[in-house]
Nanobody
Framework: QVQLVESGGGLVQAGGSLRLSCAAS????????MGWFRQAPQAPGKEREF???????????TYADSVKGRFTISRDNAKNTVYLQMNSLKPEDTAVYYC???????????????WGQGTQVTVSS
């Protein structure tokens, strides 16, 4: 069992930066691939959108095209934490951001077994 708690969200102006953190409980954190997803406020009925994912070792990462070059995912297995550094933020990045743990680096929601409660990111224009 893995419990995930996100933090670091907030209100930022367009062009600004935020770093999200996701702290995991349990001794098996390093065995899991980790992902970040987001749910935009104007799309409550739509599936969460993939943002980024990282392998258990940190050696492999993948990003959605919409954030490539602006966001960076990383992890510190000694601290049981995964991060999402978000630069050059745009109003369309406004969403609730969720971290998730799964067996593989994947872009599909169904590949992840554990989810956090989410943290709100609001980007003003």
């Amino acid at each position: 069992q893995v419990q995930l708690v996100e933090s670091g969200g907030g209100l930022v102006q367009a062009g600004g930066s935020l770093r999200l953190s996701c702290a995991a409980s349990g001794r098996t954190f390093s065995r899991y691939a980790m992902g970040w997803f987001r749910q935009a406020p104007q799309a409550p009925g739509k599936e969460r959108e993939f943002v980024a994912a990282i392998s258990w070792s940190g050696g492999s990462t993948t990003y959605a095209d919409s954030v490539k070059g602006r966001f960076t995912i990383s992890r510190d297995n000694a601290k049981n934490t995964v991060y999402l550094q978000m630069n050059s933020l745009k109003p369309e990045d406004t969403a609730v951001y969720y971290c998730a743990a799964g067996g593989l680096v994947a872009t599909m929601i169904g590949e992840y077994d554990y989810w956090g409660q989410g943290t709100q990111v609001t980007v003003s224009s």
